[in-house]
């Protein structure tokens, strides 16, 4: 059950930033958007998805707790005073109404209050809202409505539209609202962060599986940022270039970010580490870091950053990739390229990080 969370989640994400990204295009000119046909069944099956998704970690829960011929009694509990299964319970119901309005094609602003009340109804099984609910619940559904807007209508103008006649038009709105979104995914991010980690410990946390997915995670956002630059600022000298293909590009960048929603999946079977050296005595460090750095970490530890050749050759290596990237656009290659470039600068600036760890 645990290795099937990550990729349940993945798929949740996916489906809400489908919707999303739908609903908020429904609010934007027709003459400000390219033609984008989506069929109702796909908007049915997809709120369908995300009541089915949404019980695994339910699920989990209840299979963690049940003993033989109790499942039924551990279901009941878990449903009715857990956080995970109270919010199933009110997302569903939510879920039901929103496939309500989307049957009937009905209003708009119907259709973005219930998909709203799902996004709350996920912050508050968030681990953040466990530990403290208000400040929790509003960073986490926060975060999570500013990252499926924008990955949302990425989805739908890469992968649904017909075509972008008029790149020109949907990036005058499209860039200043993607800036604000990710301004406010970054700060969200960092608070919701900093309940799991503390600042003084996010690098010490590197040796637990935790810290080495939160690290893939914060790597993974530097080459969107670097197809958002190419795709918001770059791409405006498209209109005396048409050899320039926006839809490939956006796709390439919602690649990356499907990364980054695999990632967050994973996360979230993890165990956060409120305390660094208790949890290495506890669950043992990340074996990979171990194999990487060359001897077994123990508790307590300290960890920090050196400057041998090795890691930071590999360094120059990630930002000569993130270079290629750029260069990419001027040369007019296939976005498919650039894309690899994302990944390898991903991997190329952790192994460099990795290989500059000393711990002590």
């Known amino acids: 059950m645990t290795q099937l969370i990550p990729i349940t989640e993945y798929i949740t994400y996916m489906l809400f930033s489908y919707l999303t990204g739908h609903v908020v295009l429904k609010f934007i000119p027709a003459d400000k958007k390219p033609t984008i046909q989506v069929s109702k069944s796909s908007l049915l099956l997809s709120v369908l998805g995300i009541i089915i998704f949404t019980f695994f970690p339910v699920l989990q829960v209840i299979s963690y707790f049940s003993t033989e011929g109790l499942f039924s009694l551990s279901a009941y509990a878990i449903l009715t005073e857990f956080q995970v299964g109270i919010s199933w319970?009110?997302?569903?119901?939510?879920?039901?109404?929103?496939?309500?309005?989307?049957?009937?094609?009905?209003?708009?602003?119907?259709?973005?209050?219930?998909?709203?009340?799902?996004?709350?109804?996920?912050?508050?099984?968030?681990?953040?809202?466990?530990?403290?609910?208000?400040?929790?619940?509003?960073?986490?559904?926060?975060?999570?409505?500013?990252?499926?807007?924008?990955?949302?209508?990425?989805?739908?103008?890469?992968?649904?539209?017909?075509?972008?006649?008029?790149?020109?038009?949907?990036?005058?709105?499209?860039?200043?609202?993607?800036?604000v979104l990710f301004l406010i995914t970054t700060v969200t991010g960092i608070l919701l962060m900093f309940f799991v980690v503390q600042p003084?410990?996010?690098?010490?946390?590197?040796?637990?599986?935790?810290?080495?997915?939160?690290?893939?995670?914060?790597?993974?956002?530097?080459?969107?940022?670097?197809?958002?630059?190419?795709?918001?600022?770059?791409?405006?000298?498209?209109?005396?270039?048409?050899?320039?293909?926006?839809?490939?590009?956006?796709?390439?960048?919602?690649?990356?970010?499907?990364?980054?929603?695999?990632?967050?999946?994973?996360?979230?079977?993890?165990?956060?580490?409120?305390?660094?050296?208790?949890?290495?005595?506890?669950?043992?460090?990340?074996?990979?870091?171990?194999?990487?750095?060359?001897?077994?970490?123990?508790?307590?530890l300290t960890v920090n950053l050196s400057t041998g050749f090795d890691g930071m050759l590999l360094l120059c290596i990630a930002l000569l990739f993130l270079a290629l990237i750029i260069i990419s656009f001027y040369k007019k290659v296939s976005a498919w390229i650039p894309l690899g470039f994302g990944i390898l600068f991903i991997f190329a600036a952790y192994l460099g990080l990795m290989l500059s760890v000393s711990i002590g």
């Open 200 to 300: 003084n410990d996010y690098v010490n946390a590197w040796v637990l599986p935790y810290g080495q997915m939160l690290l893939l995670k914060h790597l993974s956002i530097i080459p969107v940022l670097m197809f958002a630059f190419v795709n918001g600022i770059l791409s405006r000298k498209a209109k005396k270039d048409s050899t320039f293909d926006a839809k490939k590009w956006i796709q390439a960048e919602t690649v990356i970010l499907m990364i980054i929603f695999f990632i967050t999946g994973v996360l979230g079977t993890l165990t956060p580490p409120h305390q660094v050296n208790a949890t290495v005595i506890q669950e043992g460090a990340a074996f990979w870091v171990e194999y990487i750095i060359g001897h077994d970490i123990a508790a307590p």
């Open 89 to 179: 319970l009110y997302g569903s119901f939510f879920a039901v109404f929103l496939w309500m309005v989307m049957y009937v094609e009905g209003s708009k602003y119907l259709q973005a209050f219930f998909l709203l009340l799902m996004m709350i109804s996920i912050g508050y099984a968030s681990h953040s809202a466990s530990l403290d609910f208000g400040p929790g619940l509003l960073s986490h559904s926060i975060h999570f409505l500013t990252i499926t807007i924008w990955v949302g209508i990425l989805i739908h103008i890469g992968w649904i539209a017909k075509n972008i006649e008029d790149w020109q038009v949907f990036l005058r709105w499209f860039t200043p609202l993607s800036i």
